[in-house]
């Protein structure tokens, strides 16, 4: 009977040795309960990740804080010594684009460090992150879809920032809107167009730039006078007057160096009149300001040698 009974008594199941921890998110108050002593075993250990990763974050962040300041600094006193308005221009746009920069470096510095203590805290449990690596997947997908176009946004914003494509104060035509750049921001662009009006062009839906204020302008005046000008006589007067504006120091730092205005010669003949082309290279956005000067300097010209400019034909 003994030997039945023992036969009957169901043999005591064998207690694992695995400590490796298979955690159910939909579970986590069960797991906390039964592994309680392994968390306060390893509280230290985990305290001193967590503390590395919050000292590092901060010793990291106040570092790229200085370079910013020190960046922004230079900019400034660059800005200081220019003697034109557009120095301040410059100092904003070097200001917003360090700290742009300097904010991105801060959030991947920041998901770095956290990211690598928050795998080492799993390492120090013995945690099984498969089914969390499946629940984190599902969550980032599902994150990725409805925020699709948010994510685009700042990545092209951090593209165009770190290529400086603009900057606050040129003017660019982004295809969807055309004016004078306000701000530049990770997500959007602020523009103020002709009329003041201000737009926000999402950095996303960008996808070309003409930009006017990189490198130099040009500025084209064209001249129509009567068929029966003398051409040869009529080249002569635009090239002195053309000549005396870009001798003159009130405007001379508009113009490129060594680059005067020139005139170019017949551009076409429409109707009755031959249309003489003046051009000019000058320093970024000033073109329109130098053609209006060359053609009020030429008009004054033109009537003092009796030479007639005539209506083109419609």
């Not at 990763?53 to 990291?60: A, D, E, G, I």
């Not at 770095?112 to 928050?118: E, L, P, R």
Request: hydrophobic share 45%; with cysteine; proline share 3%.
């Amino acid at each position: 009977m003994a030997t039945i009974r023992a036969a009957g008594t169901p043999a005591p199941t064998p207690t694992s040795t695995n400590t490796t921890l298979d955690v159910n998110p939909h579970n986590l108050g069960t797991w906390v309960g039964d592994h309680g002593s392994l968390l306060l075993s390893h509280g230290m250990q985990i305290i001193g990740i967590v503390l590395v990763c919050v000292l590092l974050r901060k010793f990291v962040s106040r570092f790229i804080n200085r370079i910013v300041k020190h960046a922004t600094a230079v900019a400034e006193s660059r800005a200081g010594r220019l003697l034109e308005g557009s120095g301040l221009i410059a100092y904003e746009r070097a200001r917003q684009r360090t700290q742009a920069i300097g904010s991105v470096l801060r959030s991947v510095a920041t998901s770095v460090i956290f990211g690598v203590g928050m795998l080492m805290v799993i390492s120090v449990l013995q945690i099984s992150i498969t089914p969390i690596l499946a629940s984190v997947s599902a969550v980032g997908v599902a994150l990725g879809l409805g925020a699709r176009d948010l994510i685009t946004d700042f990545l092209a914003g951090i593209s165009m920032i770190l290529e400086d494509q603009y900057g606050v104060g040129d003017v660019v035509d982004t295809g969807l809107a055309k004016g004078t750049v306000l701000e530049v921001g990770l997500r959007v662009t602020k523009l103020r167009d002709a009329d003041g009006e201000i737009w926000y062009v999402r950095n996303g839906s960008i996808t070309r730039v003409g930009n006017q204020s990189q490198g130099w302008s040009r500025a084209v005046v064209d001249i129509p006078v009567h068929y029966g000008e003398d051409v040869g006589r009529v080249h002569e007067v635009l090239a002195v007057t053309v000549e005396s504006m870009y001798e003159d120091e009130d405007w001379r730092p508009r113009f490129l160096d060594d680059q005067p205005p020139q005139v170019m010669g017949i551009e076409n003949l429409d109707g009755g009149a031959v249309v003489i082309r003046v051009q000019a290279r000058t320093a970024p956005q000033k073109n329109y300001e130098v053609a209006r000067e060359l053609r009020a300097r030429i008009k004054a010209a033109l009537d003092s040698a009796g030479i007639e400019v005539v209506a083109l034909a419609a």
